[in-house]
């Protein structure tokens, strides 16, 4: 160690710039790892919120998983009901994001500024977009409380509320992957005397729909976790077993339904991988060969 010192020093002298250039982000790093400590000391002391009530909050959230793991009278608990919720959910996710992905995807177009990018149809992309952003900055808890004042709770109301929220979210993913494709198909299109649908159809979307298929895929799983959430305000599904087990203290059964919820998006993981390589990846295209001569 003392025989290499001779040779850092000697580096340093030769590459100073490098050296002060790693100064200077160690340096801003500190800063960073400061202002991080500074803010939750912030936090802590400006909203009243003391340690001592944040050890006995970490001390029942222990006695809640205990509870978890201990599974009592569990031959007697009514699985048809359970399972039914869990069908329910998950057909208000299937419904709701189905729907949600056939409305998006041609609005999506519309939001697209390779698309609309002619000095008309400009506005137009600019109102879409903002028409997403109200969709999208509007919680889907937010739309399924506004769904069932409206139709009432059930199913329908959670459908409802995740259509809402999909067309904002998936309407916009959707346009920018049409905005990062490639124009010179949509260019080779327009020389041959294609129209606008075809140049949309076969010049965009073509190289956009690996990005539309796993788009879509990922927000089934993502919903299933979300609409869990739903039953809580009324919109039905298995959140309404979460809230009535969770009143009572039955955490327990909470922790067998949170089992089952993973083991269904673990699931559909799996089918969308497969999908994603069906689809995405492809299969090989034999070229042509001559045939063999016997």
Not at 77 to 93: E, K
Not at 176 to 199: D, F, I, M, T
Request: charged share 15%.
């Amino acid at each position: 160690m003392i025989a290499l010192a001779p040779d850092v020093a000697k580096l340093k002298q030769q590459h100073a710039a490098l050296f002060a250039a790693q100064n200077r982000y160690l340096l801003r790093i500190a800063l960073i790892a400061l202002a991080l400590v500074l803010y939750y000391l912030f936090f802590f002391s400006v909203f009243g919120i003391d340690w001592q009530r944040f050890v006995i909050g970490c001390q029942q959230l222990g006695r809640y998983f205990l509870r978890m793991f201990v599974w009592q009278d569990f031959v007697n608990w009514p699985f048809g009901y359970y399972f039914s919720q869990v069908g329910i959910t998950l057909a208000i996710v299937f419904a709701g994001t189905l729907t949600a992905t056939v409305i998006a995807l041609p609005v999506s177009f519309l939001a697209a500024r390779n698309v609309m990018h002619d000095p008309l149809t400009r506005p137009i992309s600019l109102l879409v977009r903002r028409l997403l952003d109200v969709l999208r900055g509007i919680d889907m808890a937010i739309w399924g409380l506004i769904f069932v004042r409206a139709v009432g709770m059930g199913p329908l109301a959670g459908v409802l509320a995740i259509v809402m929220q999909d067309i904002g979210l998936l309407g916009k993913l959707y346009a920018e992957g049409h905005e990062a494709v490639e124009r010179s198909p949509s260019r080779g299109l327009s020389a041959v005397g294609a129209n606008s649908l075809q140049k949309h159809r076969y010049g965009i979307f073509t190289q956009s729909f690996p990005t539309f298929l796993a788009l879509s895929l990922y927000q089934i799983e993502s919903n299933t976790r979300s609409a869990a959430v739903l039953g809580f305000v009324g919109a039905g599904g298995v959140g309404l077993v979460y809230a009535e087990n969770m009143r009572l203290w039955n955490w327990d059964v909470v922790m067998f339904l949170t089992v089952i919820l993973v083991v269904v998006v673990m699931v559909m993981d799996a089918i969308s991988s497969r999908l994603r390589k069906r689809y995405i990846t492809g299969k090989g295209v034999p070229l042509w060969q001559p045939a063999a001569r016997d």
